[in-house]
């Protein structure tokens, strides 16, 4: 992170027009990180990789883009600014849904996204665009600035913390090597002892007797509660 003493200029305030056509260019540098993240993950990502990617030097890298940092809110903003905003309609719960439901299948198709969220957040114009619009889907609704700001806020964060979940169980099968019945299968004996024990009757009955939805389903259903709750606070 930049010193709070001696912040540099931020890369939307900066000119970052060119007069010429350079064979290295900001949009080629920021898509060819968002493939190699994509690909292998952020720490696989660095200036060096990029330009070794993109033959060319370093040095090169660096008049267009001034750090990694930068680097990583020019991808967010971009893949941000790919996912068109949905014409308005008159259900804003409806249109709620619609973003919930595209931001996860963003964050699942670039799956280090989720974790630079968690970093610090981005203000490019394509994510304050997209703050912009579900705010004034919530300002519908109530003519309370806060409210709204808190009601998009929940929102993300379910979607956040519903693809994180997803992405770490995605990651427990590469990291073992083992698809989801064989892990099963090898914790099995050990959950077989903890539910005939009988000291945990709750844990017992969710192994024995509940269904295992898949994450979309786990989604639907956390969102769905969500906008109910957040409809009767609103209208309350």
Sequence with gaps: ???????????????????????????KIVRTAIAIADAEGLEALSM???????GSGTTSLYR????????????VDTIVGEE????????WRAELAQLARRQRAVLLRH????????????????VIARADHQLGLVSRVT???????????????????????????L????????????WRDWVGGYVRQVVESGRYPHFARRVLEA?????????????????????AALTR
């Design 48 to 54: 060096r990789r990029l330009a070794a990617e993109m």
């Design 211 to 231: 269904g295992d939805p898949d994450p979309a389903t786990r989604f639907e259903f956390g969102l769905e509660c969500l906008l109910t709750g957040i409809e």
């Design 1 to 27: 992170m930049p010193s709070a003493k001696n912040p540099p200029t931020m890369v939307w305030m900066r000119d970052r027009t060119t007069r010429t056509r350079p064979v290295v260019t900001e949009e």
């Design 111 to 126: 799956p280090w996204l989720a974790q630079q969220a968690t970093r610090y957040p981005a203000l490019g114009p394509n």
């Design 84 to 91: 068109p905003l949905p014409p308005p309609s008159d259900d």
């Design 171 to 182: 990651e427990v099968q590469r990291r073992t090597g083992m698809t989801e019945d064989e």
């Design 143 to 169: 003519g309370d600035p806060t409210l709204a700001a808190m009601v998009v806020n929940t929102l993300n964060t379910h979607v956040l913390g519903a693809v994180s979940a997803e992405l770490a169980e």
């Design 64 to 75: 267009h883009v001034a750090s990694k940092d930068e680097l990583f809110e020019l991808m």
